[in-house]
C-alpha cells in the first residue's frame, strides 16, 4: 500500500516570507451581489465563495526554472516554467543529511559526497535530490529567512553532470541566505561569490525547489518516489509546486 507524504509548506502571508502575500476573499454571503442576485436566489441563502491572491512565483513551496537564472542555459533559451517536461518532476528521491552544515556555510562538494556515502546510494539519471538541512523547523518565523546553508556552485555541478535534473532544499533558497553572500562578496570583490548555485543553471539546465519540509518524514535516504508538478505559469522563471513523496505501491484499495 503507497503513503504519501507532502513536503511542501502552506502558501499563505507568513512572517517566512520575503514578500507579502494578500488573500482577500469573496464569502459566501457576498457572492449573490457580486452576480447581481440576491441571498433568497441560492439554496441556503449563500452563494460560492472565490479568493485573490497577490504573490510572487516564489512564494511557498515551488520550483525555479532555467529562465529564472538567466535568459540562456548551455547556450540556448532558458525554459520557462511552463515549458518544463514533466517527466523531470518525477523520479527517485535521495535524501541528504546536511544537518551539520551550519547556517550561512556552504554545501560543498565533498559534504554531497560524503552524505551519499552514508546513504550508500550512487547518483542516477532523473534522480531528484533533497538536501535535508532541517531549517524548515523554523518555518513560521523570520528566522526561516536567514538561518540555513546553501549550496556552492562546484556541488550543484557536481549533481547536474551526474544526471540529477531537480534539486530541493528544506530552506528559503538553494544558495546561501543572501546576507552572507553579499557580505562575502563586499570582502572579495569576487562577483562568483552570488548566487553560484543558481548562475550554475545558465551553464546546464536543472530545476530548483525550495521551501520544502518534512523531510525527517522520509523513510531514509531512498526508498521513495518524488513527485513535483509545477503550476505552468506562462513564461515564468517560477511556478508553485505540491511535492509530495510517494512509498510503497499503489494498490485498489489506495483509490
Not at 546510494?121 to 523554523?138: C, E, N, Q, Y
Not at 534539486?167 to 562568483?192: E, F, K, T, V
Request: net charge negative; hydrophobic share 35%; with cysteine.
Amino acid at each position: 500500500m503507497a503513503t504519501l507524504i507532502d513536503l511542501s509548506v502552506p502558501t499563505g502571508p507568513a512572517a517566512s516570507e520575503a514578500t507579502p502575500v494578500h488573500i482577500d476573499t469573496l464569502t459566501h454571503e457576498e457572492g449573490p451581489k457580486v452576480l447581481g442576485l440576491s441571498p433568497s436566489d441560492f439554496p441556503d441563502g449563500i452563494a460560492i465563495s472565490n479568493e485573490t491572491i497577490t504573490l510572487t512565483t516564489h512564494t511557498g513551496t515551488h520550483m525555479d526554472a532555467p529562465l529564472h537564472y538567466g535568459p540562456l542555459s548551455g547556450g540556448k533559451p532558458a525554459r520557462s516554467i511552463d515549458k518544463v517536461p514533466l517527466e523531470w518532476c518525477i523520479g527517485p528521491g535521495v535524501r541528504l543529511d546536511l544537518r551539520h552544515v551550519g547556517a550561512g556555510e556552504e554545501i560543498s562538494e565533498d559534504d554531497v559526497t560524503e552524505a551519499l556515502g552514508v546513504a550508500e546510494h550512487t547518483l542516477g539519471d532523473g534522480d531528484i535530490v533533497l538536501l535535508w538541512t532541517g531549517a524548515d523547523r523554523l518555518w513560521g518565523s523570520s528566522e526561516y529567512l536567514t538561518t540555513y546553508p546553501g549550496l556552492s556552485g562546484g556541488a550543484t555541478r557536481f549533481l547536474v553532470e551526474r544526471g540529477v535534473r531537480v534539486i530541493g532544499i528544506d530552506a528559503w533558497g538553494l544558495d546561501r541566505p543572501m546576507a552572507s553572500m553579499i557580505a562575502d562578496y563586499r570582502r572579495n570583490g569576487d562577483p562568483r561569490t552570488l548566487w553560484p548555485a543558481h548562475v550554475y543553471g545558465r551553464e546546464r539546465e536543472y530545476l530548483q525547489l525550495e521551501k520544502l519540509a518534512n523531510l525527517d518524514r522520509l523513510p531514509g535516504p531512498t526508498g521513495f518516489t518524488v513527485m513535483c508538478f509545477p503550476i505552468p505559469v506562462a513564461n515564468a522563471g517560477a511556478g508553485w509546486t505540491r511535492v509530495v513523496a510517494v512509498t510503497g505501491r499503489f494498490v485498489e484499495s489506495d483509490r
